[in-house]
């Protein structure tokens, strides 16, 4: 046993609490929280961004119920946010609760955040501007055809029309002379697992399906649109991933005179209720380890358990 082995032992537990969109993580973790006198992480990819408060369901003041949240609203729309960017912010977050004696308590639905901390992402150097720039203004069809010959390991991987993917291929590649799946070759995990509890939320699909319809109604007569609206105004570059945040992006169709607003609310609640379905099989293919917490009896228990 190292010297980090004998310091995480004296430490308190890393807590990681997933699920799809809707399952209820926020509330939760903050009785997570208050059980384990710990302190809230933020691992959601939407809720990084300072624009969409509303439309990312990002908790409010007085939903944070006094318990101190980090990496929440700090990113602009207009920065292209990753994994890699949100693993080199996490470990210090976690690092400065645990320093202090509280419980880091991790929550949210982006499942490579997860993965990235406990099993390992290669530290990838960052795409410089300029190389971003052009990679921007490259039309898919280019990106694809140039991602494929720098990289047909990684360009296998990515179906359809996808940019954003397609162009971090060719960036990165661009910006270090080496294909991004050697890169992704190299990892290990950020924090042991023997130092972390997990739990995934997976509640009835029927039940989750919906708390989505609702939610929705909610955000859109809460001020969604006009939050829409003000990213809209902003005019962020095209690619930028907040852009394609479902919800904002049907929005943004309705602003751009694409479609009325009953058909992007009605559009928008159909793929929430696609993406909830995916995230939850990816929750259960890549963590079928951790405690899948279906009722309110079973979150009971597991929050006595810590």
């Not at 997933?18 to 990819?45: H, M, Q, R």
Request: hydrophobic content about 40%; charged content about 25%; some cysteine.
């Amino acid at each position: 046993m190292n010297v980090l082995d004998d310091v995480l032992r004296e430490m308190p537990e890393v807590v990681c609490i997933a699920g799809p969109t809707a399952s209820g993580k926020s509330a939760y973790a903050i009785e997570v929280a208050k059980s384990v006198d710990g302190e809230i992480v933020n691992a959601d990819a939407l809720q990084v961004y300072g624009d969409l408060r509303i439309l990312s369901a990002r908790p409010s003041e007085a939903e944070m119920a006094g318990i101190p949240h980090h990496l929440f609203g700090h990113i602009s729309g207009g920065v292209a946010y990753s994994t890699g960017a949100w693993l080199r912010e996490v470990v210090p977050v976690i690092l400065d609760v645990l320093a202090r004696g509280k419980a880091p308590v991790l929550v949210g639905g982006t499942g490579l955040y997860f993965k990235a901390l406990l099993v390992g992402l290669a530290d990838i150097p960052a795409i410089p501007a300029d190389i971003q720039a052009v990679v921007d203004e490259m039309p898919v069809e280019a990106l694809r055809a140039t991602a494929e010959a720098v990289d047909p390991v990684a360009s296998a991987r990515v179906l359809g029309d996808d940019p954003q993917r397609l162009g971090r291929i060719v960036g990165v590649y661009r910006a270090s002379g080496r294909a991004l799946s050697d890169w992704q070759q190299q990892t290990r995990p950020v924090i042991p697992q023997r130092y972390v509890r997990r739990a995934v939320l997976l509640p009835d699909r029927a039940e989750l399906y919906q708390r989505i319809n609702r939610r929705f109604d909610l955000m859109v007569s809460q001020g969604g649109l006009e939050e829409a609206r003000a990213v809209h105004d902003t005019s962020y570059p095209a690619r930028r991933p907040m852009l394609k945040a479902i919800g904002l992006s049907h929005l943004l169709s309705y602003l751009d005179g694409d479609c009325d607003l009953e058909k992007a609310v009605e559009i928008a609640k159909r793929d929430t209720r696609r993406l909830a379905k995916r995230q939850s099989t990816w929750f259960r293919n890549q963590c079928g380890d951790w405690p899948q917490l279906t009722t309110n009896s079973q979150k009971d228990a597991f929050a006595r358990s810590l």
